[in-house]
């Protein structure tokens, strides 16, 4: 199995908590197993807690690993792209869209990809929740 989890989490108080459990059984031979977590934190007070369980009960498994990151928004990219004459709001978006496009783009069906990408854009407009 191959977990790719992201996030994005804008707002002070947001927070997102993410537990990933994979169990690799007693005859589960030969298996190959990855989870990761990464998540985006788009301004001052949002929090990720991420949390990758990994439990393997045999000793013949191809692989199996776990990974969790969380970053701030990328004040680099954004100026390098205002730089270069983008509308701060529209970088804001190519940034954040760069960031999720990694899992968007592996479904294939172009239809449902620009879906997601409007989501996240209708997402990103309405602004952090009030406190």
Same mark, same amino acid.
């Given at each position: %199995?191959?977990?790719?989890?992201? =996030? !994005?989490?804008?707002?002070?108080?947001?927070?997102?908590?993410?537990? =990933?459990?994979?169990?690799? #059984?007693? *005859?589960? $031979?030969? &298996?190959? %197993?990855?989870?990761?977590?990464?998540?985006?934190?788009?301004?001052? #007070?949002?929090?990720?807690? %991420?949390?990758?369980?990994?439990?393997?009960?045999?000793?013949? /498994?191809?692989?199996? #690993?776990?990974?969790? !990151? &969380? #970053?701030?928004?990328?004040? +680099?990219?954004? $100026?390098?792209?205002?730089?270069?004459?983008?509308?701060?709001?529209?970088?804001? *978006?190519?940034?954040?869209? =760069? $960031? $999720? !496009? +990694?899992? /968007?783009?592996?479904? =294939? /069906? +172009? +239809?449902?990809?620009?879906?997601?990408?409007?989501?996240?854009? !209708?997402?990103?407009?309405?602004?952090?929740?009030?406190?």
């Amino acid at each position: %199995s191959d977990v790719h989890y992201k =996030g !994005a989490l804008q707002g002070q108080q947001a927070h997102a908590v993410w537990i =990933g459990d994979v169990l690799i #059984g007693k *005859k589960a $031979f030969n &298996t190959d %197993s990855y989870e990761q977590n990464r998540n985006l934190v788009l301004n001052e #007070g949002a929090k990720a807690d %991420s949390v990758p369980n990994l439990e393997i009960e045999n000793g013949e /498994i191809a692989g199996a #690993g776990h990974a969790s !990151a &969380t #970053g701030r928004f990328d004040e +680099e990219q954004l $100026f390098y792209l205002l730089s270069r004459g983008i509308p701060e709001d529209i970088a804001r *978006k190519m940034v954040v869209h =760069g $960031f $999720f !496009a +990694e899992v /968007i783009r592996q479904i =294939g /069906i +172009e +239809e449902i990809e620009e879906r997601l990408l409007e989501a996240v854009d !209708a997402r990103l407009e309405k602004g952090p929740d009030p406190l």
